[in-house]
C-alpha cells in the first residue's frame, strides 16, 4: 500500500517541477515578444499555478473518473480559499484593493453559484450531469472574465517591459519538460488516487476532496504564503481568487468538453461551503478593519475547514 502513496508524491512533485518549468519557458518566451510582466502574471504564472488541476481534471475526465474531476475542482477552490487563504492572513492581515472587493470577489462568489446551479440542473434532487453545453457556457463566460482582466491592463500606468536573455532553444526544452513533467504527473496522481480510494474502501469524492485537492494546491499554496510572508498581500489574495475562478471557468470546462460529467448532489455541501466562504470573504471586507483580512477572520477561515475536512475524513462522507 506504500507503493501508491509514493507514486502520488512523485506525480505531486511532478506536477509542480513541471508548472514551474512551464512558467519559465512560456514567461521567458512572452518577455522576448516585449510582453509586460503584468500580462504574464495575470495570464502565464495563474495558469501555471493551475497547470496541476488542469492535467489531473483532464486525465480523470479521459478515464470517466467523474468524482475526481469534481472533488479536485471544488476541493481545490475550498482548499484555496479556507486553508491557503486562512494560513496567508494569520501570518500578516490581507489589505485587498478596492477592486479585488467589489469586482474579483463578486465574480469568483457569482460563478461558484452558476456553477451550482449548472450541476443542479436547477433542480436539487437525485443524480444530475455537467453536459458540453454548461461547459461551453463557463467557457464564454470565462473569455468575458479574460476581456475583463485585459481591459484593466491596458488602463494601468505600471506596465513595464523586461527583457528575457534565455535562446529559443533553452526556452523550447524548458516547455517541452514542462508539459511532459505535467502529464506523467497527471497519470500518476489519478490512476493511484483511485487504487487508494478503492483499496481503502472510501469514495473517490472524498479523496478527490482531500489528497488530490491539497496536493494539486501546493503551487498556490506556496505562492500565497511567501507573498504574505513578504508583506505582499496582493499577490496572496490576488492568486487565490484568480485561480479560484479559473479552475471553474476553465478547468472545469475543458474538463466537461472532453467528457460529460456525471454528477452526484452529495458534492452540493462542498459547493454550499464554496459559496457560504467566498461570501463570508467578501463580508469580511466591510467589517472590522474595511478592505482586509483580519487574523480572526482568517482564523475563523482556516479552523472551520480544518474541522470539515476532519468531519469528511472520519464518516468517509
Not at 444530475?128 to 476581456?147: A, E, K, N, T
Not at 475562478?245 to 448532489?265: C, G, R
Not at 462542498?270 to 467589517?287: H, K, N, P, Q, V
Amino acid at each position: 500500500m506504500a507503493v501508491p502513496f509514493l507514486l502520488i508524491v512523485v506525480g505531486f512533485v511532478s506536477l509542480i517541477t513541471g508548472a514551474n518549468l512551464l512558467v519559465e519557458g512560456a514567461s521567458a518566451l512572452a518577455k522576448r515578444y516585449k510582453v509586460s510582466g503584468l500580462v504574464i502574471g495575470l495570464t502565464i504564472v495563474a495558469f501555471g499555478t493551475s497547470a496541476p488541476e488542469l492535467v489531473v481534471s483532464i486525465v480523470a475526465s479521459l478515464n470517466g473518473y467523474s468524482d475526481i474531476v469534481l472533488g479536485n475542482v471544488i476541493g481545490s477552490n475550498n482548499f484555496n480559499l479556507f486553508i491557503i487563504l486562512g494560513l496567508s492572513g494569520i501570518i500578516l492581515p490581507i489589505k485587498v484593493q478596492s477592486s479585488t472587493v467589489w469586482k474579483e470577489i463578486p465574480i469568483s462568489l457569482f460563478v461558484s453559484i452558476v456553477l451550482l446551479l449548472l450541476l443542479n440542473d436547477f433542480n436539487f434532487s437525485g443524480q444530475s450531469y455537467y453536459s458540453r453545453i454548461d461547459g461551453v457556457i463557463m467557457l464564454v463566460l470565462f473569455c468575458l472574465f479574460l476581456f475583463y482582466v485585459f481591459k484593466y491592463i491596458r488602463n494601468d500606468p505600471q506596465i513595464q517591459n523586461e527583457p528575457d536573455q534565455k535562446s529559443m532553444l533553452k526556452i523550447g526544452v524548458l516547455i517541452i519538460f514542462g508539459l511532459a513533467g505535467l502529464i506523467l504527473g497527471g497519470q500518476l496522481v489519478v490512476i493511484n488516487s483511485v487504487g487508494i480510494a478503492n483499496y481503502l474502501g472510501i469514495s473517490e469524492k472524498i479523496i478527490g476532496l482531500t489528497i488530490v485537492a491539497a496536493g494539486t494546491s501546493l503551487p498556490e499554496l506556496v505562492t500565497s504564503i511567501v507573498a504574505a510572508v513578504k508583506k505582499n498581500s496582493d499577490i496572496a489574495i490576488g492568486n487565490i481568487i484568480g485561480s479560484n475562478i479559473f479552475n471553474i471557468l476553465f478547468i472545469f470546462s475543458i474538463s466537461t468538453i472532453i467528457k460529460p460529467i456525471e454528477y452526484s448532489s452529495e458534492f452540493n455541501s462542498d459547493l454550499y461551503i464554496l459559496i457560504g466562504g467566498s461570501a463570508f470573504l467578501f463580508a469580511s471586507m466591510l467589517t472590522g478593519q474595511k478592505k482586509k483580512l483580519d487574523r480572526w477572520e482568517a482564523g475563523i477561515l482556516l479552523g472551520f475547514y480544518i474541522a470539515y475536512t476532519t468531519y469528511l475524513v472520519m464518516n468517509k462522507v
